[in-house]
């Protein structure tokens, strides 16, 4: 399995800013994903975080809104940027533990914005 | 496209069975997943099966796959208080497995002492 660990766990933050969010892996891993949760909601795809490229975004979602760094194969950092309230979202990090089955899920940065 | 569907609700009594339904669209999926999800946390990842398999089973879970209706179960036995979650319903859509996954809407799962 993998441990993935993020931060922050949550987090209040004013309209107009932005947060970013880090997710680190206790190993090396190939794919990792960033999702959002809405509030009461399902989990949708943000993005597959690329490890020395820029990311690969689902449709309704784009790098001015949702810059996601990949500097090594077990760190990601997804930014949310020029907050406003409808952001107010569980955000999570995936990672696919090498096996090509094995999809594990961090515990979530809870945001909301004010 | 691909989507996933679960009933939204399933109250059950401590000690019965619980069987939680999901249906995809996809039929060229290749592994199809229950997550939990207990308040406040993130996900957990509890069993997965094999497009090519029709069930599997892992201590107090059971997992059956219809691939010819694209119907996925999770039968949990014996259920707890500490099942009480939402159960979430995954797959990985296409022939290869990409690490993506669509979601279904979630079963909040009930269990009444």
């Known amino acids: 399995s993998a441990v993935i660990s993020q931060k922050p766990s949550r987090d209040i933050c004013q309209r107009g800013t932005s947060l970013t969010i880090q997710c680190q892996v206790d190993?090396?891993?190939?794919?990792m994903f960033w999702y959002r949760q809405q509030p009461g909601q399902s989990l949708t795809l943000i993005a597959t975080?690329?490890?020395?490229?820029?990311?690969?975004?689902e449709s309704g979602f784009v790098i001015d809104k949702f810059p996601i760094s990949r500097p090594n194969l077990t760190f990601s950092t997804l930014t949310v940027s020029n907050l406003s309230p409808e952001d107010s979202s569980i955000y999570l990090c995936?990672?696919?533990?090498?096996?090509?089955?094995?999809?594990?899920f961090g515990e979530g940065s809870w945001l909301t914005v004010v | 496209g691909e989507d996933v569907e679960q009933s939204l609700f399933l109250s059950v009594r401590e000690g019965d069975s619980s069987v939680i339904n999901c249906t995809y669209t996809?039929?060229?999926?290749?592994?199809l997943y229950w997550y939990k999800q207990e308040p406040g946390a993130g996900l957990q990842l509890l069993t997965y099966?094999?497009?090519?398999?029709d069930m599997k089973q892992d201590q107090r879970l059971t997992v059956l796959l219809n691939k010819k209706d694209k119907h996925l179960s999770l039968r949990i036995a014996d259920t707890q208080t500490g099942d009480s979650a939402i159960y979430f319903c995954?797959?990985?859509?296409?022939?290869?497995?990409?690490?993506?996954?669509?979601f279904g809407q979630g079963t909040t799962l009930q269990v009444k002492p």
């Open positions: 975080a690329n490890q020395g490229s820029e990311a690969t975004y």
């Open positions: 099966i094999f497009s090519n398999m």
């Open positions: 995936s990672v696919d533990a090498g096996t090509g089955n094995t999809i594990y």
């Open positions: 190993s090396q891993v190939t794919m």
């Open positions: 996809d039929s060229s999926s290749t592994y």
């Open positions: 995954a797959e990985s859509p296409g022939a290869s497995n990409t690490g993506k996954l669509i």
